[in-house]
């Protein structure tokens, strides 16, 4: 119906310059949102900086394109003693194991943006290439509805993407993951354009970014996926198979695949088709083929049986065909022969299949449904109320593009809700998705020319004017005081308060500025490429979960007695017993009135009496760390404690209850293990000369019980940096060295 408006030549320019003017405000507001990072580190004394730890990597990468060549990246291996920083002492090989399309679009964006700012470095550049990423991914959003709907529901699209909470589009946030959103929204374009028309040009344009999105970011396969059930089931919803449909499906899969073959981090490519998420590419093939010859050569036959009529029609042979192939692929997967990483096993809800590490990343935990209603707002409602009129779409009027929308959206929807990593796509999709559904439902109303509906028109006005006050009122309560809040995290120290503490920042200059080149310095995966970027130094795990083994190593050093842990990380790891750094980081509450130190996790009271938890190594030791040195902690817990770990129960002012699993400190497994060891005896060093004693103030008696714990036998503290966090609490970066005479002493 709204396409029947937009003939009507006036009125279709009048509703395409008012969709234009409507993206551009939406790309200006949904920019200068983005930038709020910026804006916040310049506000407390520091300089465009890089958001999270990953987009370090990415800068080290880029760097050494910048000063070697653009060729140099292919040299970036185990081999290259500059790849030896990361997953000491192996190295990491970057082209195997990195998507290469970041860095080059990084450095040649970079080029392009100093010819026109010459004073602009390379790092600043990086801080602000999520904003036109945004703006790329912003406009294929755009263009996708105004093909499905209209330049109307398109500018709503629009202007609720801009104003959605989209942590991995903010500035500094320069990972694959970003950069795969810019060209995946393009990708889905042109895929509906080619639906749409039959057209094979589309179709090519629309492989062509696909295949630019895969060498993005892995998470295309949610794109891919939603396509290849478009395609398979299309021959059930329109009853044929046509030759110009198995041509669009081979348009499309063509330059992906070809991208995916001479690309080394998928598997090499030709496993990564057979035996991995890509298995689909091949799988599609096959099953449209089937079906083009089974609709064929079934078509209007019948066969009898005992003197009646049994109509076999292709469809319900088709059906059973693709549930047959359902059925075996999800066998094949459960028996490890189609090989899907921990969080596309998650993402599917086989979770308890992906191995200890996927279960302590917290970026893989299951979305609780009050994200969903934070991030997602009104725009969901809108989704979900209008799944319905997608399936009617999909079955009465055989729309195949309401049904790849249907698809695209269940998808992204179901695969956050088990991984909350997927939240920056699925908003965007419910953006997309909501903008569609308006435009169809509503705004088709309110463009009627019938003179009958004036009613229907008024309604479905206010309606319209209604829900486009709701997304703003959600963007101006939730969304943009989301974006204010936004700190570059190694300024906060990766703790999430939103506050200046440089703990870590001074840490890693003192790493860099005092330490040897050659020196390693061991801490827990998740700070490796601070650590190696920043720090300069060697760190035994980089910042990703390429090396299981490694990290189970490096978790059962730091749980591990001083002796124990020594040798295991000076034999395992070969580094020089001179040369071993360990850090690590927590939180201390210091009562000055009682001279007393309480070490993290804290479980503090808000100003409504409702807990807050705040915690750093000291809480992943046991949400992690233990867990993957193989530690059954959950039988811990459901036994209300144990050696590790113990239930403390915290009771608000209105008597409910909540419980939070905290190190046992009465237990010599704790206080004897590298990292919490670390962590007391830094407490003693700041503040015991002072006369403080360490206590743990978490008890269910109410009454704090001294911590004994024993002098460090090997290692001694090289560098302590304090934040304070508030007048009582601090936050704690400590730097310990292995003492190679006291190790020798030791063994003597």
Do not use: C
């Amino acid at each position: 119906m709204l396409r029947n408006v937009l003939k009507v030549p006036n009125v279709k320019l009048m509703l395409e310059l008012f969709g234009l003017i409507v993206l551009m405000i939406s790309a200006f507001v949904g920019s200068y949102l983005r930038l709020q990072p910026v804006y916040n580190a310049l506000e407390l004394g520091y300089g465009p900086t890089l958001y999270e730890m990953d987009p370090y990597l990415n800068y080290w990468i880029t760097s050494k394109l910048y000063e070697n060549g653009l060729t140099y990246y292919t040299s970036l291996t185990q081999d290259n003693p500059d790849t030896k920083i990361f997953w000491y002492p192996w190295g990491r090989d970057i082209p195997s194991t990195e998507l290469p399309a970041l860095p080059y679009v990084s450095i040649i964006t970079y080029y392009m943006a100093r010819s026109v700012i010459p004073n602009l470095t390379l790092y600043e550049w990086l801080v602000y290439l999520p904003i036109p990423l945004y703006i790329i991914g912003l406009v294929g959003i755009y263009l996708t509805v105004r093909e499905l709907s209209g330049p109307l529901p398109a500018a709503i699209a629009s202007l609720t993407t801009a104003l959605m909470f989209v942590d991995r589009q903010v500035a500094g946030f320069t990972v694959k993951y970003v950069l795969g959103l810019a060209f995946i929204f393009l990708a889905l374009y042109f895929h509906v354009r080619a639906i749409k028309r039959s057209s094979e040009k589309s179709a090519l344009l629309a492989g062509i970014f696909l295949g630019i999105s895969a060498l993005s970011w892995a998470g295309f396969n949610l794109l891919l996926a939603a396509i290849f059930l478009q395609y398979v089931l299309t021959p059930l919803i329109i009853g044929v198979v046509n030759k110009k449909l198995i041509r669009l499906w081979f348009y499309e899969i063509a330059p992906l695949t070809i991208l995916i073959l001479v690309t080394p981090s998928y598997y090499n490519g030709f496993e990564y088709l057979i035996r991995n998420a890509g298995i689909i590419i091949p799988l599609g093939t096959g099953v449209l083929l089937i079906a083009y010859a089974m609709f064929n050569m079934m078509s209007s036959k019948y066969v009898r049986r005992r003197g009646k009529k049994l109509i076999i029609t292709p469809k319900i042979t088709y059906f059973l065909l693709i549930t047959a192939f359902g059925v075996l692929g999800l066998t094949l997967l459960l028996r490890g022969f189609v090989g899907i990483g921990g969080k596309g096993l998650a993402a599917m809800g086989l979770g308890n299949i992906a191995g200890v590490l996927t279960g302590t990343i917290a970026q893989y935990r299951s979305a609780t449904p009050s994200e969903f209603i934070y991030l997602g707002g009104p725009p969901l409602v809108i989704t979900f109320l209008g799944i319905l009129y997608l399936l009617y779409r999909s079955l009465v009027r055989k729309d195949t593009n309401s049904l790849f929308l249907l698809l695209l959206t269940l998808i992204s929807i179901v695969s956050t809700y088990n991984v909350a990593y997927f939240f920056s796509y699925a908003v965007l999709v419910i953006a997309m998705t909501s903008g569609f559904i308006v435009g169809e439902v509503l705004i088709s109303k309110v463009l009627s020319s019938s003179k009958s509906g004036w009613f229907v028109r008024l309604v479905a006005s206010i309606m319209v004017i209604f829900y486009i006050i709701a997304v703003v009122l959600q963007g101006a309560s939730y969304w943009v005081p989301s974006y204010r809040s936004v700190i570059p995290t190694i300024i906060e120290s990766g703790v999430g308060l939103t506050v200046n503490a440089p703990s870590w920042i001074n840490t890693l200059s003192w790493i860099k500025n005092n330490t040897e080149k050659d020196s390693v310095i061991v801490a827990w995966w998740d700070y490796g490429y601070w650590i190696s970027v920043v720090g300069e130094r060697a760190s035994v795990a980089d910042g990703s979960t390429l090396n299981f083994s490694q990290i189970h190593i490096l978790a059962k050093a730091l749980t591990s007695d001083e002796v124990t842990a020594a040798n295991s990380l000076i034999s395992n790891f070969n580094i020089k017993p001179n040369k071993l750094y360990v850090a690590a980081y927590e939180f201390f509450i210091v009562d000055d009135v009682n001279k007393r130190v309480y070490p993290g996790p804290l479980v503090l009271s808000r100003a409504d009496g409702t807990p807050i938890f705040l915690g750093a190594d000291g809480a992943k030791g046991i949400s992690a760390i233990y867990r993957i040195a193989g530690v059954d902690i959950d039988r811990e817990i459901d036994r209300g404690g144990g050696e590790h770990v113990k239930i403390y129960r915290y009771t608000t002012t209105k008597g409910y209850i909540y419980s939070y699993v905290l190190p046992n400190w009465n237990s010599s497994k704790v206080r004897e293990a590298l990292l919490y060891k670390i962590l007391i005896d830094s407490a003693r060093n700041v503040w015991g000369s002072l006369g403080y004693e360490i206590y743990d103030i978490f008890t269910n008696t109410g009454e704090p019980l001294r911590i004994d714990a024993t002098e460090m036998l090997l290692f001694k503290p090289s560098y302590i940096a304090i934040s304070r966090i508030t007048s009582n609490i601090y936050l704690v970066t400590s730097l310990y060295k292995l003492d190679e005479g006291a190790l020798q002493n030791y063994f003597q």
